[in-house]
């Protein structure tokens, strides 16, 4: 069965800090999908980046980059100069096969607080 | 802008009367899903729609139940809330898997948080 670890309940910094949010996978597949979403406290899941099983070349959006692991089965997302706006609820997730869409089966989610 | 919207985005209902949450999409995909998310907790799918074929997680009570009339619109029923049942309901789409391995987005919307009093 699939499986999400997000062994960082919550985690604070200062602004302008970087920091690094991890994400453990376990998966008996040999194609599948992993993805962050951010969830603000307004409550929308936001999407921010989705990689398959077969690209393991990093990924760099602005402040965010992401690194992704096969052989340790992590998917690891790093947020650089930290700001107040990064405040949320971020959910790593791995794709779970279904006939027809897919299940997103996500991590229990890592709190980032960013204070000024 | 495509978009999924979720209405109401706060719905306070009493314990055990029916209440219907309602999702609209424009961007025309085919699958919609709906996921529960407790206090703290990650969303957890309760069943979604390909097209107008439903397919329900094995886990999700029979009090939940769920429409789609058509490609836009999916709708959740709630038939009789419990106080277990509040909680943030997400809604989100994806385009069709065409083949195992393939996965698309899925997009959520900005969720309806229910109260049960």
């Known amino acids: 069965a699939q499986k999400v670890t997000q062994a960082q309940t919550e985690i604070s910094v200062v602004e302008k800090e970087d920091v690094t949010l991890d994400c453990v996978y376990e998966?008996?597949?040999?194609?599948?999908?992993l993805f962050w979403y951010k969830q603000p406290p307004s409550g929308e899941l936001v999407f921010l980046i989705r990689r398959n099983s077969f690209d393991e070349q990093n990924e760099i959006s602005g402040r965010y980059s992401w690194n992704f692991q096969k052989s340790t089965s992590s998917f690891n997302f790093t947020i650089t100069a930290s700001q107040v706006v990064d405040s949320a609820v971020y959910f790593c997730?791995?794709?779970?096969?279904?006939?027809?869409?897919?299940?997103?089966?996500f991590g229990a989610g890592t709190i980032l607080r960013v204070k000024s | 802008d495509a978009m999924v919207i979720q209405n109401p985005r706060y719905q306070v209902t009493q314990f055990g009367k029916p209440v219907t949450l309602s999702c609209s999409q424009t961007?025309?995909?085919?699958?919609m899903y709906w996921y529960q998310q407790k206090s703290s907790q990650a969303p957890k799918l309760l069943f979604h729609?390909?097209?107008?074929?439903?397919?329900n997680e094995a886990d999700t009570p029979d009090n939940f139940q769920s429409r789609r009339p058509n490609t836009s619109f999916c709708f959740l029923d709630i038939r009789s809330p419990g106080l277990g049942d509040a909680a943030m309901y997400l809604c989100?789409?994806?385009?069709?898997?065409?083949?195992?391995?393939?996965?698309?987005?899925?997009?959520f919307g900005p969720g309806t948080r229910l109260t049960v009093l």
């Open positions: 998966t008996r597949d040999t194609t599948y999908y």
């Open positions: 961007l025309n995909h085919n699958v």
């Open positions: 989100a789409t994806s385009r069709e898997s065409a083949e195992r391995g393939s996965t698309d987005t899925q997009y």
């Open positions: 997730a791995l794709s779970d096969y279904m006939e027809y869409g897919n299940k997103l089966v």
């Open positions: 729609y390909y097209d107008k074929d439903f397919n």
